[in-house]
C-alpha cells in the first residue's frame, strides 16, 4: 500500500511514529533538499528512504536519463558543435552551482526566499547559456520579505560567502542540485543553444513528465530501487512518499 503524506516533515513524523508503534515494512521516500532534517532521520530511523541527490527529478538526470533526454529532444549537430553531450549537460550543471549555493544559504540563514517566484529559464542568457547572476539575485530580492539584500546573495552565489557545509548525498550522486532547476535550465538549452524547440513545447512540467516516465526501469533497477525493494518486500508492504 503506498499513498502520500503530502509533506517531507509530515511523512518523517509518520514513518517515524508507525516505526515507534512497532509496524513493519515502512519505506518513507522524501526528498532530500537542501538542509539536514533528512540525513539527521536516516542516522535514527533506517526505514527513511530519501531519494539520491535533492530530488527524484536531479536523481534520474545525473544518471543516464539526462544525457538521453538531451539526445532526444536536442539536435544532434548543435550538441556536437557544442562538444557533445557531456559538455551541453556541464555547461548546464555549471549554470545550476550559484542556484544550488544560495539555496544551501537560504535554508542555514532562514531566510524565507521564494525561489518558485523567479522564472530561472529568464535569468538565462540563452546565446552563451550562462546564468545572470545579478539579474537573478535581485528577481529572487524583490520576490522575498526577508531577503538579506542583493549584495549578500550575489557574495553567496559566486561563493565569495561560503555556507558552513555544502549540500550532498552521501550515496555519491553529483553534481548537487534541484532537478527542475536543471529541467528549466534545459529548456532553455533546447531553445537555440542545442535545439531548434520553442519555449512552448519545452515548459519544465512537460519536461518533468518526460523525465519521470523515462526512468520508471531506471529507478526499479538502480541500487536505490533495490534497497527499497529491500524495506518493503514483505506480506504487507507500506510506503510513505511526498
Given at each position: ?26 519505506a518513507c ?80 540563514n532562514e ?64 553534481p548537487y ?66
Amino acid at each position: 500500500m503506498y499513498f502520500s503524506a503530502g509533506t517531507r516533515n509530515l511523512a518523517i513524523e509518520a514513518s517515524i511514529t508507525l516505526s515507534g508503534w512497532g509496524q513493519k515494512s515502512i519505506a518513507c521516500v522524501v526528498d532530500r533538499d537542501f538542509d539536514d532534517m533528512v540525513q539527521k532521520s536516516t542516522e535514527m530511523h533506517p526505514e527513511i528512504h530519501p531519494y539520491e541527490n535533492a530530488d527524484l527529478e536531479a536523481m534520474l538526470i545525473v544518471s543516464r536519463i539526462g544525457a538521453d533526454m538531451l539526445l532526444e529532444l536536442g539536435s544532434i549537430g548543435k550538441i556536437e558543435g557544442k562538444g557533445g553531450a557531456t559538455a551541453v549537460i556541464s555547461r548546464i550543471y555549471e549554470i545550476l552551482e550559484p542556484v544550488t549555493r544560495l539555496r544551501r544559504a537560504n535554508t542555514e540563514n532562514e531566510w524565507g526566499i521564494a525561489f518558485d517566484s523567479v522564472d530561472l529559464a529568464s535569468k538565462i542568457d540563452k546565446r552563451e547559456m550562462q546564468l545572470k547572476i545579478h539579474s537573478y539575485c535581485m528577481a529572487l530580492h524583490r520576490a522575498s520579505c526577508n531577503s538579506p539584500g542583493v549584495k549578500t546573495l550575489e557574495e553567496y552565489a559566486t561563493g565569495h560567502l561560503a555556507t558552513k557545509s555544502q549540500p550532498g548525498c552521501p550515496r555519491g550522486s553529483a553534481p548537487y542540485f534541484r532537478g527542475r532547476d536543471f529541467l528549466a535550465a534545459l529548456g532553455v538549452a533546447l531553445c537555440g543553444f542545442c535545439g531548434s524547440k520553442r519555449a512552448q513545447s519545452v515548459p519544465v512540467d512537460g519536461l518533468e513528465e518526460s523525465l519521470r516516465l523515462a526512468g520508471s526501469d531506471e529507478i526499479r533497477n538502480s541500487a536505490w530501487g533495490m534497497d527499497l525493494l529491500s524495506l518493503v518486500r514483505h506480506e504487507h508492504p507500506q510506503a510513505l512518499n511526498t
